[in-house]
């Protein structure tokens, strides 16, 4: 016995093989999975049919010595189907010992048995020792029986289900192959494909289908379909014939198992007949559709009771029935009753003698109460003992075809019916030229326009003007040589303005394919041509314009959501941008960033009303450059006066934009050069006829004075005020020569090194004001700057927060270089007394103005370098607060952080 681990672990193989194979795995996988559950030394296993002639599976015996009649005890289980377990050894060695097995101690034994109950075989173990079956044993050794009796049921459905499939294929009346996907090579050929091919079985045989399909796009087509779907259903392709000829079919395929390997399996509908009808039809119909549809074949099975067995997918499709309201009925829910009948009364007897029935005309009902014309072909198929098994059925749709008839009735009527009365004119010429037949419109155009009565049987050409009837012999000529002629044509009227027709001339060909005669159809064109005249004098009016515009404009068109969809060369010209950059770009993606946000709103708000905008507009283009432009919007409004379209035209005016703006810089210039030097003048005037007022009031003084004493002091006062206009002289004149330097020398220069020289020029007011210093400046920063400017421009800050610090605290000043953008930014900042900037800031950089009362203070440091920056194209800004202290920052342009300017 296996122990309980092995026990498990059959169990779980047990259980992966019903996963794998359902309820009917394989016999031969469980002949395996019973001889490693129950394996002994000389053990038996076999299976055999219940006549006891065959031998499935043996193991440890000599088939030749054993009677297979008589190997198996007597069925003594076979009324309740549990398995016999006999384990006395008295008893087992009466039982076998015509087997020559008298040391046989167990033996274990259960009947195989069908849906039916019947017995179909038996499983039989037997073991020389002794052994002991528990309750799950004898368990798993039925379960084991069952499922060996439901595989041998399934081997036998297996085959008659190859039988039926290979007895479809052979003898439907529907050309078929089977082919290997993998590469195409065909291994199984019917009967009617090999008549559709006409090729023998043997050339078709191991030729692959790109020899057989004339088109490999569509034998590709079908391979796609195939792979998406899973199944193709009535695509036309082309097939080749012998000795080169083609087939026109269409082609159902589907994949099946096939000797347990995967097929593709083809079935082919010759449709040469049906495409040769509809190329005639549409000869003779060319203004109407073709009447003829595909024609489909559904596929069905039945039994000889007439119950549907199975249907395709198509007769579904077809029929708009469900598969399970279809399986196990009646065909009679799906026929008329008329046609039942006949197949009872007419057709049964002579099918069920023959064996078949071709092309048998019924009606089928469809889902939706329609009736559907079809013709059935069946063939009978019968059991290995002659009896009827079931019938195998083709319907093919023939409705249109019942219906073609009517229909061509129909459109000759329709024909002749727009042949009398159409506003086109028809008239039928002979292979000479004679007319044979015209309708009234043709009779109505030769009244009113040619001036003549047209007759029967009269030469054609004598209704046209002289000059025109050689080259319209020869065009009828070329006509009957099979081509077709059109042309337009004019005519003089009475009141000699011009008429224009459209002539159209057909070969008529008769049964032989030979131009007999002509169709001359002339149709009155003369508003169209007239409009389309007019169109083309406004198209060039159009191009002419656009030529002009072109030339000297920028323009592009954009949608309604401002994507570009059109820009002219000028627009690529002045942009830079290819033709495939600019498309598609949303109008502002020239912006330069000059204009407001509230400027494009306002411009966007225009056009979306449907007004035109004007404006002057900053652009930039590839390469970083601006240019400006005079520019015109104009909205293309719909019917709903919805803008649908807009037009931008612009005019480049970069050069006169920028002579504006350098000229309202100068202007800006001197007007701010103005206002300083009339500040200036009104210092200058101030401070010398103050100083020229103190020294004449002296000079009469002493002119009057003749005290020695009293003139002593006088002079002194005088000497002192001849100082302090030497010293208004000195600022006056370093303040105009600021101003005046014109070719001032800048050039980059150390920051740190020039902050150092500064504090060491101050470091004895820095040591008696025990100031403390804070320089972050990096040993890499670089100004452009002008190096006598600098070293002012450093020591006036540094002086003016030691000497305005604060009386109660320590004098603290920091100072550091800040990088914004382009611009480098120098700051200082101090804990002094502050200024008031409510009541100062205006004149806080102004000549001779002072803020505290320092009895140094002379108010010509910070205007001397607020002058000095602003020569340079510099700024400062100052931020403080009354007794905290005061920050000033200086911003120098073109510097860095880095020493590489």
Known sequence: MPSQGIMQQLKKEFSHLMQIHGNNPAVEGLVTMAEAMFAAPIFLIFIYRKEGTYLAHKKGIDESKVNLSAIHLQEVDHQNGNALIIQDPERLKTLFAHLGLSKIQFYAGCTLRNEAGESIGRLELMDINPITFTAKDIQLLELLAKQLSLALISEVNLKLAQSDLLTIFSNAPVAM??????????????????????????????????????????????????SKEGTVKNLEVQINKKGGNKADCLVSTELISFHGETMLLSGFIDISERKESETLLAINEERFRSLYNRTPVMLHSLNKEGEFLSVSDYW????????????????????????????????????????????????????NGETMDVLVSAILEKDQDGQNQRILSVMQDVTEKKKLDIALQKSEDNLRTVFENTDTGYALLDADFYIMSFNQAMQKFAEADLFKTLHLHTYSILYFAEPRQQSLLQAMNAVLKGQTISYEI??????????WYRMNMYPVFDKNEKAAGIIMAVEDINERKQNELHLNRIVKEITDYKLALDESSIVFLTDEKGMISYANENCLRMTQFSNEEILHKNMHFLNSGYHSREFFANLWQTIQRGEIWKGEIRNRNKSG???????????????????YQYIAIQRDITLSKNAEIELNKSFSLVNEQNKRLLNFSYIVSHNLRSHTSNILSILNFLEKESSEKERSELMMHLKKVSR?????????????????????????????????????????????????????????????????????????????????????????????????????VLVFADNGIGIDLDRNKDKLFGMYKTFSNNPDARGIGLFITKNQIDAMGGRVEVESELGKGTRFSIYFNNSSLTNQI
Not at 341 to 356: A, H, I, P, Q, T
Not at 490 to 499: E, L, R, T, W
Not at 625 to 643: A, E, G, L, R, S
Request: glycine share 2%; hydrophobic share 35%.
């Open 177 to 226: 192959l089977v082919a290997r996907p993998t590469d195409g090579k065909i291994v199984m050929v019917n009967k009617e494909l090999q008549k559709l091919a006409e090729t023998e079985e043997t050339d078709l045989i191991g030729r692959y289908t790109t020899e057989f399909y004339s088109n490999l796009h569509q034998r590709d087509q079908l391979l796609e379909i195939l």
């Open 316 to 367: 579904l499709a077809k029929m708009g029935y469900q598969r399970e309201q279809v399986i196990g009925k009646h065909m009679s829910h799906f026929f008329t009753k008329s046609s039942i009948v006949r197949r009872e009364l007419e057709r049964m007897e002579e099918f069920f003698k023959k064996g078949y029935d071709f092309d048998i005309p019924y009606q089928a009902i469809k889902r």
């Open 490 to 499: 004019n005519y003089v009227q009475a009141d000699g303005s011009d008429k």
């Open 625 to 643: 450059q601006y240019f400006w432009v005079d520019c015109t919007i104009v909205p293309f409004i719909d019917k709903d006066n919805n803008p």
């Open 724 to 824: 302090s206009l030497n010293d208004t002289l000195y600022n006056l004149n370093e303040v105009v020569s600021i101003r005046n330097n014109i070719n001032l020398v800048i050039e980059p220069l150390n920051l740190l090194e020039y902050l150092n020289q500064a504090l060491k020029v101050q470091s004895e007011l820095i040591t008696i004001k025990k100031a403390e210093i804070i320089n972050k400046v990096s040993a890499n920063c670089v100004v452009k700057c002008n190096p006598a400017y600098l070293e002012s421009i450093l020591l006036n800050f540094i002086s003016n927060a030691i000497k305005y610090s604060h009386p109660d605290r320590t004098p603290m000043l920091e100072i550091e270089a800040q990088q914004q953008q382009d611009q480098l």
